[in-house]
């Protein structure tokens, strides 16, 4: 008999190493033929496989594959689809086994946040619940950092790395022009519950009164008074005033200080941002110029500044998967475990997916300092060593050379299926 | 006699590798000491010059020096502030030849944009109109790429790598994430009058389809029916739709998009920001899930993803003002001449700053493409070399490495001057 395929898909938000890990799974999956089939990937995540949407990885050469390890974005389309309960929409489950027998698909590798991880256990559960054999292995993958069980979440590291790196270098800007002119600067980061991206800008700060200042977190409530004082003074101490926000940072009745009523023309409520409505909150109460920057999309796909550490855990939770899979392990996922000593030291350990699936991490309260506007040194030490290396995309004509894949479709076999 | 003393600053709003220019200037005058004495920093650009607040850049080791070639922001501190004529405040010229006067200053080399080459022409003018001897250079430095007489100007060539780079990244991510969810992605980049900057973006599209789709200049004026009909018949095309927009697009009537009327809850016009605004109108027009970036000052200090070659043109245009200065000349700046050949190769010409001053240079239309929403094979060909070449700092615990000044000032000699 041959041996049974996989179905690797990635979910939810895309980070700059997602691709790393797709790379690790089929490169890894490629050393074990006798064992694996293809690697069929799902076209935007969990819906290729309801939709039969294979795309057939076996197509793609080595060094496209090889190339996908530093090619941001999710290679193979993602999406935001979560799988209701077996209760509550059999429907799914009976298509998902239907597709997965067509196609000898025995492993099913799913690579995500907290919600993905809730699907993958929900497969894994197929065996039993529907007679069909699948391994299920969740891959662990979020910037927010906010899975549990493991040290630290692939795609966070680069991220923050990012925020790091580029509150770092608009901090001196800023520094440079605040005598006569721009004495703030806000950014915004992403972060709509766990404040980890927000924290990691901290790890900018070297020397006293270096920026940035101000870190606003979702775990803390935002108080207008506190923090207007807080800039006023640092203003008066420093000069100018380097402030990062969390997207989902708060007032104390949940309200997002985004949606703190900006609207258009028309009186319609505009799309959300933090950073312009500090930056008017400050200018209104104190006069100061101020310049704001939003990152959105442009700090989770930076793959050009993407952090080593971070690379190297992205690709080795895709391998782990395959050997968990090839090892009999099912319903669990691959986690960074930190080994104890001063330098950082990291192994690959395992969780079970019942315990990852639907719970989200924020940060201590020991790693904010008391006063709630900044990062504490067990919060630095935690951080460091996941933005430590520097791991370079190579480029040709000034541009990063990304994959490009050829992305050719397994044959369908079955029925259309409406989602 | 001892040789004269050199004043430098930095004027306006900083860059990548403003710094990288103070570098070619301070190691250029240490090779010749027996002509040069000190450099001077002015504290603040020209403000520091009237306040007789300099910066002693003797006082630093070669290491710091040489570490500023690749520290972004302006080290010595900038301003927007522009000298009066003659004729409106004679005050100011008497002020600052009683500065240069009491600290033997005979070099004067301005670096900033079109304004400062205005200043720095006018302090040329010293030496005959006032009867001090003074040598006065500007030296080129604006990301907008507006400076006319040479090729491109230093800074620019950074950002416009910085939002190339920026923008394929973000392009891979929205196209992963297009098929479920957000189908737009707006990028906001500086540029008030010249669409430069966000020509570069340009540079990201290397294939039929690829982003950015739209990219949206001050120098074709914005029309938002054609628009939002380009958008719908990219989603439809594509599947998704990038859009990239100088800060200083504008309809007709000259009203910036970024005016179109946004106000806070208390009904105050809130702080600029075009891609916002364009997101809502995409939003409102076409119910696409839209995302927006504002990369404001991280695009403009991003030295971590900075061109080498513009690093190396920065430092030649520092390095030419003081052998420029050297050589008798007088009221020139050093300009980048692209020499004729299908590769790119450059010299140091100069230009009088008389021609220089006061002159913006647009994007002539022949860059853009016909239906005002690209760019041209000819402008790709004047892009490309200019963010050739990647020019990494050093890291340290996974951050850049950047100078740290010890800005000993020099002792004052004169009254308190009011500015």
Redesign the interface.
Not at 61 to 79: D, E, K, V, W
Not at 199 to 225: C, Q, S, V
Not at 379 to 405: H, K, T
């Given at each position: 008999m041959a041996p049974k395929n996989v179905f690797y898909a990635?979910s939810g938000?895309?980070t700059?190493v997602i691709n790393t890990t797709a790379c690790g799974v089929i490169e890894t999956a490629r050393k074990h033929r006798d064992r694996i089939g293809k690697v069929y990937a799902g076209k935007?995540?969990i819906?290729g496989a309801l939709t039969e949407e294979l795309i057939d990885t076996s197509r793609e050469t080595a060094s496209t594959i090889s190339a996908l390890r530093h090619?941001?974005?999710?290679?193979?389309?993602?999406?935001?689809?979560k799988l209701k309960s077996f209760a509550e929409n059999r429907a799914e489950y009976i298509r998902l086994i239907d597709v997965f027998r067509a196609h000898n698909i025995g492993y099913f590798f799913y690579n995500g946040g907290g919600d993905s991880q809730d699907t993958a256990n929900k497969v894994a559960q197929l065996s039993d619940a529907m007679g069909y054999p699948i391994t299920s292995i969740g891959i662990p993958k979020t910037v927010d950092n906010d899975l549990p069980c493991t040290d630290n979440s692939p795609g966070f590291g680069s991220v923050a790395?990012y925020v790091?790196?580029?509150i770092?270098?608009?901090?001196?800007?800023?520094?440079?022009?605040s005598?006569?002119?721009t004495k703030i600067?806000v950014?915004e980061v992403m972060g709509r519950h766990a404040g980890w991206i927000a924290a990691a800008a901290g790890?900018?700060k070297?020397e006293d009164g270096d920026p940035p200042h101000i870190i606003l977190f979702p775990e803390i409530d935002f108080d207008t008074t506190r923090f207007l004082n807080k800039v006023k003074q640092t203003v008066r101490r420093i000069g100018y005033c380097v402030i990062v926000s969390s997207e989902g940072a708060h007032y104390k009745d949940a309200t997002f200080i985004a949606d703190?009523?900006?609207?258009?023309?028309?009186g319609?409520p505009?799309?959300g941002?933090v950073?312009?409505?500090l930056?008017?909150m400050i200018?209104?109460a104190h006069g100061y110029k101020?310049?704001?920057?939003?990152?959105?999309?442009?700090q989770?796909?930076?793959?050009?500044?993407a952090?080593a550490t971070d690379v190297a855990q992205a690709y080795a939770v895709g391998e782990a998967a395959v050997e968990f899979a090839l090892d009999g392990k099912n319903a669990v996922m691959p986690i960074i475990v930190r080994l104890p000593g001063k330098k950082y030291r990291w192994r690959i350990g395992e969780a079970p997916l019942e315990k990852v699936a639907n719970v989200e991490r924020m940060m201590p309260r020991s790693y904010i300092s008391r006063d709630g506007f900044g990062i504490t040194g067990k919060c630095r030490e935690y951080l460091?060593p996941l933005?430590?290396?520097?791991d370079?995309p190579p480029?040709r004509?000034?541009?990063?050379r990304?994959a490009r894949l050829k992305k050719i479709m397994v044959e369908k076999k079955l029925k259309k299926f409406s989602v």
């Amino acid at each position: 008999m041959a041996p049974k395929n996989v179905f690797y898909a990635q979910s939810g938000g895309v980070t700059a190493v997602i691709n790393t890990t797709a790379c690790g799974v089929i490169e890894t999956a490629r050393k074990h033929r006798d064992r694996i089939g293809k690697v069929y990937a799902g076209k935007n995540g969990i819906l290729g496989a309801l939709t039969e949407e294979l795309i057939d990885t076996s197509r793609e050469t080595a060094s496209t594959i090889s190339a996908l390890r530093h090619t941001p974005g999710g290679a193979f389309g993602s999406c935001r689809y979560k799988l209701k309960s077996f209760a509550e929409n059999r429907a799914e489950y009976i298509r998902l086994i239907d597709v997965f027998r067509a196609h000898n698909i025995g492993y099913f590798f799913y690579n995500g946040g907290g919600d993905s991880q809730d699907t993958a256990n929900k497969v894994a559960q197929l065996s039993d619940a529907m007679g069909y054999p699948i391994t299920s292995i969740g891959i662990p993958k979020t910037v927010d950092n906010d899975l549990p069980c493991t040290d630290n979440s692939p795609g966070f590291g680069s991220v923050a790395k990012y925020v790091a790196v580029s509150i770092k270098e608009a901090g001196l800007d800023v520094a440079s022009m605040s005598e006569s002119s721009t004495k703030i600067f806000v950014l915004e980061v992403m972060g709509r519950h766990a404040g980890w991206i927000a924290a990691a800008a901290g790890l900018a700060k070297e020397e006293d009164g270096d920026p940035p200042h101000i870190i606003l977190f979702p775990e803390i409530d935002f108080d207008t008074t506190r923090f207007l004082n807080k800039v006023k003074q640092t203003v008066r101490r420093i000069g100018y005033c380097v402030i990062v926000s969390s997207e989902g940072a708060h007032y104390k009745d949940a309200t997002f200080i985004a949606d703190a009523g900006l609207k258009d023309a028309f009186g319609h409520p505009q799309l959300g941002g933090v950073a312009p409505v500090l930056a008017d909150m400050i200018k209104t109460a104190h006069g100061y110029k101020c310049h704001w920057s939003v990152a959105d999309y442009l700090q989770r796909s930076a793959r050009h500044i993407a952090s080593a550490t971070d690379v190297a855990q992205a690709y080795a939770v895709g391998e782990a998967a395959v050997e968990f899979a090839l090892d009999g392990k099912n319903a669990v996922m691959p986690i960074i475990v930190r080994l104890p000593g001063k330098k950082y030291r990291w192994r690959i350990g395992e969780a079970p997916l019942e315990k990852v699936a639907n719970v989200e991490r924020m940060m201590p309260r020991s790693y904010i300092s008391r006063d709630g506007f900044g990062i504490t040194g067990k919060c630095r030490e935690y951080l460091f060593p996941l933005i430590a290396g520097e791991d370079y995309p190579p480029y040709r004509n000034g541009l990063p050379r990304y994959a490009r894949l050829k992305k050719i479709m397994v044959e369908k076999k079955l029925k259309k299926f409406s989602v």
